[in-house]
């Protein structure tokens, strides 16, 4: 499918836009059930899942670590003053956890998460693409789609709710520094209101969730890749593309995801 | 037909409204080397394209060992294109590998039964065979173009295809180098028994490789037979074609 691009001197048009929306939704799709298909057909290439997971794992442990104790940090010194206003900052350890846990922890982790990886998959499979590597493969008898595709996939479905744990523990850690810091406030007291706070079957959907975010970023990043053409500027386009797209998928799919989970669970 | 490798037969390939290829038939013997000339976007690619199946043709029927590779399923088409070696222009190495990786990725996909010391030897003698064996080691990003296309061509030989198919394999290299890779191409193809259809149109290439050679012209197939009467033909086209790849030269 041929989308009509942007170039330097041409202005896309309307309908230009309208096709571009239509034929990504189309491919897509197509791409999706391709992936259903494929994935569960044989070899699983499970050395090569192991690989991209580790990989993926390590080039966001950083940035991750970094967002969550900011999220954290600011988060409490944010609301410290509106719940000392209402006499209520013994409150703030369960207020903060439980935003970090349910919404925060897992958007804010997977936004990160697609802007790191979302565009590297794209620019990556993109390369492979233009260079003709992924043609190269297919000569050679090899599935491109189940090597290069599938295991991408699933690695990052498999990473993301891990690094949403971690995110959420950092985040916590962050709370507890800005805590000292404006509020007096003993460790353990902090840590049995955090305790209190949070069930278990607060972690269930807001990680269970972060499934659905990591089968985006990596559905629309190996799309976006897979399909790329036209050199270098493809390639270009399939990483910024892919941010766009997996960014704005997350945030529709985290609405659904939200009431979806509210009408299962009304208690929560 | 029993000797016949290769058959395409009324080959047609569009693009929208531009006719690339139309009712194009060529036929390849066993052991051969085809050397198939044209002029930039005259289809030769696309040809090569369509024989592997990479590319659906519009009409038309291509043979491989007597299968109609257009009528097989993808699992069909795999089991032979397993007998297909492809080098593709800019040698399309796996740039996340090393060298040493490259090659040993289609021997551990289809030849699961080697040991790995089995195929730590298959490729140090594949990579002897293209004078290489010092960049085992190295990766894509570290090779200059010609030893980029020596390594692609240690990959497409290394499962001991009995057909090879040659996309540009001495474009943008110099004529020396050019020379070193046409050689080592023919030597292979003595050595291996291969088959081949090369795509080039670089006159010191084909003159060292071709054992026959066609020349694709406004779609169709405009010249076919040796590759000396190609060179010395009086059409005024040809004439004027292989002027200017001498004087390239």
Same mark, same amino acid.
């Not at chain 1, 104790?69 to 206003?85: A, D, E, H, K, Y």
């Not at chain 2, 990579?127 to 030893?147: C, T």
């Given at each position: 499918?041929?989308?009509?691009?942007?170039?330097?001197?041409?202005?896309?048009?309307?309908?230009?836009?309208?096709?571009?929306?239509?034929?990504?939704?189309?491919?897509?799709?197509?791409?999706?059930?391709?992936?259903?298909?494929?994935?569960?057909?044989?070899?699983?290439?499970?050395?090569?899942?192991?690989?991209?997971?580790?990989?993926?794992?390590?080039?966001?442990?950083?940035?991750?670590?970094?967002?969550?104790?900011?999220?954290?940090?600011?988060?409490?010194?944010?609301?410290?003053?509106?719940?000392?206003?209402?006499?209520?900052?013994?409150?703030?350890?369960?207020?903060?956890?439980l935003s970090v846990v349910r919404e925060l922890g897992p958007v804010i982790t997977a936004l990160i998460f697609a802007g790191r990886v979302s565009?590297?998959?794209?620019?990556?499979?993109?390369?492979?693409?233009?260079?003709?590597?992924?043609?190269?493969?297919?000569?050679?008898?090899?599935?491109?789609?189940?090597?290069?595709?599938v295991t991408r996939v699933i690695a990052t479905m498999m990473i993301l709710p891990i690094l949403t744990v971690y995110v959420i523990f950092i985040a916590i850690t962050g709370a507890y520094i800005a805590i000292i810091i404006v509020e007096p406030m003993s460790f353990q007291y902090f840590q049995q209101s955090v305790v209190q706070a949070i069930e278990f079957g607060d972690f269930i959907p807001s990680v269970a969730k972060t499934f659905v975010f990591g089968y985006i970023v990596g559905i629309v990043g190996s799309y976006k890749g897979y399909s790329a053409e036209g050199g270098t500027e493809g390639v270009g386009q399939a990483s910024t593309t892919s941010v766009v797209l997996s960014s704005l998928l997350i945030l529709i799919f985290d609405s659904v995801l939200v009431k979806i989970t509210l009408m299962l669970w009304p208690t929560l | 037909m029993a000797d016949t490798l290769v058959k395409v037969e009324n080959l047609s390939k569009n693009f929208d409204k531009l006719v690339v290829l139309h009712d194009v038939s060529v036929e390849v013997t066993r052991g051969e080397n085809l050397v198939v000339f044209g002029k930039s976007?005259?289809?030769?690619?696309?040809? !090569? *394209?369509?024989?592997?199946?990479? /590319?659906? $043709?519009?009409?038309?029927?291509?043979?491989?060992?007597?299968?109609?590779? &257009?009528?097989?399923?993808?699992?069909e088409l795999n089991e032979v294109r397993k007998n297909i070696g492809f080098l593709f222009q800019g040698a399309a190495l796996y740039d996340s590998m090393t060298v040493r990786e490259n090659l040993e990725?289609? !021997? *551990?996909?289809?030849?699961?039964? /080697?040991? $790995?010391?089995?195929?730590?030897?298959?490729?140090?003698?594949?990579?002897? &065979?293209?004078?290489?064996?010092?960049?085992?080691?190295?990766?894509?990003?570290?090779?200059?173009?010609?030893?980029?296309?020596?390594?692609?061509?240690?990959?497409?030989?290394?499962?001991?295809?009995?057909?090879?198919?040659?996309?540009?394999?001495?474009?943008?290299?110099? $004529?020396?180098t050019t020379k070193e890779i046409s050689e080592l191409i023919l030597n292979l193809q003595k050595k291996l028994n291969m088959t081949s259809i090369v795509v080039t149109h670089d006159l010191i290439c084909a003159e060292i490789i071709a054992d026959r050679a066609i020349f694709l012209r406004d779609a169709v197939v405009a010249f076919e037979g040796d590759i000396k009467e190609l060179t010395k033909s009086d059409d005024p086209f040809l004439k004027n074609f292989f002027s200017h790849e001498i004087i390239k030269v």
């Open positions: 499918m041929n989308l009509p691009r942007h170039r330097y001197g041409r202005r896309l048009t309307y309908g230009d836009y309208l096709y571009n929306f239509f034929a990504t939704l189309t491919g897509l799709t197509i791409f999706n059930l391709e992936f259903l298909k494929q994935g569960f057909l044989p070899p699983y290439e499970i050395g090569e899942i192991k690989k991209h997971m580790t990989e993926l794992g390590v080039k966001t442990m950083g940035i991750v670590s970094i967002t969550g104790l900011i999220i954290g940090l600011v988060l409490t010194m944010q609301s410290q003053p509106v719940m000392q206003r209402f006499g209520a900052t013994d409150f703030l350890p369960a207020m903060v956890s565009s590297g998959i794209g620019a990556e499979l993109g390369s492979m693409r233009v260079t003709e590597q992924i043609d190269a493969m297919e000569v050679s008898a090899i599935n491109p789609f189940k090597y290069l595709v | 976007g005259s289809g030769k690619s696309v040809l !090569l *394209k369509c024989i592997i199946g990479l /590319m659906k $043709p519009d009409s038309g029927t291509i043979y491989i060992n007597s299968k109609n590779v &257009l009528s097989l399923s993808l699992k990725f289609p !021997l *551990k996909r289809h030849f699961t039964e /080697m040991t $790995p010391s089995q195929i730590e030897e298959k490729v140090k003698y594949t990579l002897d &065979l293209v004078s290489l064996e010092e960049a085992i080691d190295k990766m894509p990003s570290e090779l200059s173009g010609g030893m980029k296309k020596r390594i692609g061509l240690a990959r497409s030989i290394i499962t001991d295809p009995a057909l090879m198919l040659y996309d540009e394999p001495t474009t943008g290299l110099d $004529p020396i």
